[in-house]
């Protein structure tokens, strides 16, 4: 693709700004205070971001905080104004880059996400299956932490050449720099541990939560992207596009990759040793590793997680069970739906999310004793 541009004015536009926020921003932003806040002044407020965006706009701080449910991480949210300009380069980035990636690249893309990947991975376990099937999946270490600034620039000054708009993106990749970020993130792990070591909880499981916080990493100068943002998700998903279409166009496998975990499929155990040896020197070239849970999987004997599921080979058939962890936390939604421990419109999104996943495996008596 030719570098792009002449994009910032058409970006900035009124009728640019109002349709993000209308039909982005203002419908998922889960803080409805905020929304109200900026519904009272709204005409005042758009014309504010475009005037922001015209004449020198400084990225906003975040509002850092740290999620518990399921397993500890780290939230960055930011303010409305801060959050339709990032929707605003998100789109950008979206119709600029998306052609450019592979189909197996499944995060973050209108029409091929989760669900699009379910059925592109049955799909190539159906061609393969008559033989044993076998699975290399890498697993990025600490991936959104890692990415770094001046390659990840480098990649996107290679697609662009509209000065403006590279400006704002170089900003927003910068914000984890500052050293507020770091020191929210600390102090929230602190609070936590000491919460922790506080409580009545069981020694078992005030270990098990202390070492997650353990786990949690700070932002190092040039590295990371924040995490929440749009801009961050598809810039995560752009970054190894090059691993991509080096999988896609030189390796004789099946391959997809959902944000920092990736799988080839083939026949033979052997090639797929090399194949991990050239992925593990490329992800390197881009300064980042792999975890110790990449690992060449049997799939025929003993099946594969991905996405959410576990994918088995059972009488020549693809069965999709849901993974075990996620069986448990659905259980424990359901469990505070029915106890009304959620508002009336969160009850009704989870209901609808789990249902519209858990239909495409093998949950059919999972979904009925829960009356879904």
Known sequence: MKRVGNIYDKMISIENIKWTYNRQVRLNTKNRHKIYKFDNFYTVNLCNIQNLLQNGYKCGQYNIFLIRESKYRIIMSQQ???????????????????KSLIDGNIATRIDKGTHFGIKMLKKYLNQIKDKPVYALKFDISKYFYNI???????????KFKDKKFLALLDQIID???????????QKLIDEECEF????????????????????????KKGK????????SQILAVFYLNE????????????????MDDGVLLSNDKEYLKECF????????????????????INVSKNGLDFLGFRFYIINNKIVMKLRTNIKRRFKRKMKKVRQCKYSEEKSLSIISSYRGHLQWGNCYNLLSKNGL
């Open 224 to 231: 990371g992207l924040p995490i929440g943002n749009l801009t």
């Open 243 to 258: 691993l991509d279409h080096y999988i896609q166009d030189k390796m004789d496998v099946k391959y997809i990759r959902y």
């Open 80 to 98: 409305i104004k801060d959050k339709v300009i990032n929707h605003l380069v998100g789109n950008t980035l979206i119709h600029f880059l998306d």
């Open 148 to 158: 770094d600034h001046e390659m990840l620039k480098k990649l996107y000054h290679g």
């Open 175 to 185: 914000t984890t720099n500052a050293d507020y970020v770091n020191y929210h993130i």
């Open 277 to 296: 040896e050239k992925i593990k020197e490329i992800i390197e070239k881009y300064h980042l590793k792999l975890n110790n849970k990449t690992a060449i």
């Open 196 to 219: 922790i070591m506080n409580s009545n909880m069981h020694p078992k499981e005030k270990n098990k939560r202390l070492n997650e916080l353990k786990k949690i990493p700070l932002y």
